[in-house]
DNA sequence: TGATTATATGAACATACGTTCAAATCAAGG
DNA sequence: CCTTGATTTGAACGTATGTTCATATAATCA
């Protein structure tokens, strides 16, 4: 017996995952069926639930590993200190992870409205934990006189959001670079907030 | 024999409008049976077709009542003419448009994709129209050397995502007006392309 | 090789979908 | 009141959905 067990220890094998998030993406979840995923593996329906309990469980996964893995490597390169500098490093990190997985950035907005409650409180708390980062360091650089911000949650949520916007445009091979886009928009930010 | 004609005639009846605007909003285009609308309208199934060729067909017809108008309220509010007088009334006009319609404003970005490509390419056209006016402002200002844009196309993507990101969180009935919204975004659009 | 375990199949299940249409109901005018 | 036309019903159509499961195949290792 090999059928996955609880929604906590899912190992879905990495093909289904990859064509689920992909046509997650560019169809949206709930127009997605399961035989359609299994088609483009090369697998007939039933094999599928041998490394998803069920679809809810296949999305939840995808969101809950993007999540994570945006923490993590968050957590990796936050090395800054002063609040200018964290806040540089902040925006440039957040373009380059974003720009680098676009559909799995796709999914994790678009697709939250498919998440079972439970499901979706959980995403939403990693959101907010990512959320309250940039905003530390937006209170601490008013706090220091760096940065005028009259309201630190507003200004949170209008440089994530300028910021994740790029995904909206941006396509590899371009005009731009990520390292361009990184060095405008940071121009834009920095006047945006500074003193 | 009062069938709809065909798509460019339709003039659905308006609780049914609303309701499929409520919960496409909601839950999400192809979440949405055509039985769940009529019963919220409180009629058969049956009775839709009489105001709707087809589903697909009422949501296009959702989304381009939306842009139109979008498109003559802009017009109706263009009056200002120095670079920056234009700037701010656009910005205190698109934020307070889009506040006003939340549902209509989310699945015009949301449903998109569930468009068929000869009604995305139509829906594509009229925002592509709206987004035009505040790249020429801001080329505008820039040739008047009012504001510094080392790129009008980005700086232009970037402020319509921070000024739409505001219907992410904006609940009416909140801590804040509509006007304390516009205040504190104009500012930091203000600083984020100002000479 | 033979036994055991892990995967895949193919068919079935109950339910839901968008759409159509004859028949029933309703609204308005003469 | 009766006719005419607009609107709604209720049932049916073919197809698609997520999920299960006995059976068959494939892989692993003694």
Redesign the interface.
């Known amino acids: 017996m090999a059928r996955t067990a609880g929604s906590h220890s899912d190992i879905t094998g990495p093909k289904v995952r990859d064509t689920a998030l992909r046509l997650f993406a ?3 979840y ?2 997605v069926s399961m035989r359609k995923i299994a088609g483009e593996v090369g697998v007939q329906v039933g094999a599928l639930y041998n490394y998803t309990s069920d679809k809810q469980t296949l999305l939840f996964s995808l969101l809950k590993g993007h999540m994570d893995e945006l923490l993590a490597q968050r957590a990796a390169h936050a090395t800054a200190t002063t609040p200018m500098a964290r806040l540089e490093e902040f925006v440039r990190f957040h373009i380059a992870f974003h720009l680098d997985r676009p559909e799995a950035v796709f999914i994790s907005y ?1 697709e939250l ?2 998440l079972e409650p439970a499901n979706f409180d959980e995403i939403e708390a990693l959101r907010r934990t990512y959320e309250d980062e940039l905003e530390t360091i937006l209170r601490d650089g008013t706090a220091a006189a760096e940065f005028a911000v ?2 630190t949650r ?2 949170t ?6 910021l ?3 995904n ?2 941006y396509r590899a091979g371009g005009r ?1 670079s990520s390292a361009d ?1 990184q060095d ?2 940071w ?3 920095r ?4 003193a």
């Open positions: 560019r169809h949206g709930a127009a678009m409205r498919n009259p309201d507003l200004a949520f209008a440089v994530i959001a300028m994740t916007g790029v909206t445009w731009l886009v405008i928009y121009n834009m930010v006047r945006a907030v500074a």
